[in-house]
């Protein structure tokens, strides 16, 4: 297989940006594919560079694997999710994303300049951001996106081409590889990603009993029986919003793991409908996201 023109047109442009901004990266290494991509770029234009890795404590055992590979620093959180989720007293969701800020951005502080592997085509947030940023809630920092204007066509095409080694999770049908049970993909990959690593799952649902417990000591509001409970409500909660498919999920995995949250499901499902909190109790710091002009 060959590149067509327009790949190696991309290539040629994407190492000339980086040239033309600078001569000394950090390069935000997350193993995925198209971080695979932006290495290969960055290797070609002849600057310095530096991978770092911020491990989350919930990555994939396999893509931390392929990490190992490489010549990375690997940076370690503060806190690990399972204290995160104990200390805010409830999970991330696709709102509420404590996760993010947390266990990856706020670990970035001293980067300067910096070469991610964000492309426009892979959301409509990411369609607005340009090749050069500047991060307004961190003064100084630099955001140089190389591959922003590259398809996942684009990205396979170089992977494929130049032999590069990549996860073994994309050949077993993961498009996209992010910590397991992320709630931004829905109900349909938590239960995904829970039943593949059962350990992790158990991990979170234990730190549900302890953030339950928390809530109870702070007098909190607190309307699930045990961490599952809380579980199987996170699965549901996750997003914005739910309909009949992610329930028959949900059922699905109760029937496996059995049903143990005190109540029978259907009338489980109308408390969760009618006591959907919003994305922050009163009492919760709001996140602000990071700002790019």
Not at 195 to 217: G, H, Q, V
Request: proline letters at 4%; hydrophobic letters at 35%; charged letters at 30%.
């Amino acid at each position: 297989m060959s590149l067509c023109r327009e790949t190696k047109d991309k290539i040629e442009q994407s190492v000339e940006m980086i040239r033309a901004s600078g001569n000394d990266y950090t390069l935000a290494f997350s193993g995925g594919k198209d971080s695979l991509a932006l290495d290969f770029v960055a290797s070609l234009s002849g600057v310095r560079y530096r991978r770092k890795y911020n491990l989350t404590t919930v990555d994939p055992p396999e893509l931390v694997r392929l990490v190992k590979t490489f010549d990375v620093q690997f940076r370690k959180p503060e806190l690990s999710m399972w204290q995160l989720i104990v200390e805010k007293t409830l999970p991330p969701n696709s709102i509420r994303r404590w996760c993010c800020e947390c266990l990856k951005h706020s670990r970035n502080n001293g980067d300067g300049l910096v070469l991610t592997g964000v492309r426009a085509e892979e959301s409509q947030q990411r369609s607005n951001r340009r090749m050069v940023e500047t991060c307004r809630n961190i003064p100084g920092r630099v955001i140089v996106n190389p591959i922003l204007h590259w398809t996942e066509a684009d990205v396979w095409s170089v992977i494929s081409e130049y032999n590069l080694p990549y996860c073994s999770l994309y050949d077993q049908g993961f498009t996209r590889l992010g910590c397991i049970c992320c709630p931004m993909q829905g109900a349909k990959g938590m239960i995904r990603d829970a039943l593949r690593w059962p350990k992790y799952a158990m991990a979170y649902i234990r730190s549900f009993d302890r953030a339950i417990d928390r809530r109870r000591e702070k007098g909190m509001s607190c309307t699930w029986e045990n961490g599952l409970d809380m579980f199987y409500w996170w699965l549901l909660t996750s997003q914005k919003s739910f309909g009949k498919r992610d329930i028959a999920i949900v059922r699905v995995l109760a029937a496996r793991w059995g049903w143990k949250t005190g109540t029978d499901f259907d009338e489980w499902v109308g408390r969760v409908r009618l006591n959907k909190p919003s994305c922050a109790d009163d009492d919760e710091e709001h996140t602000l996201p990071l700002v790019f002009e």
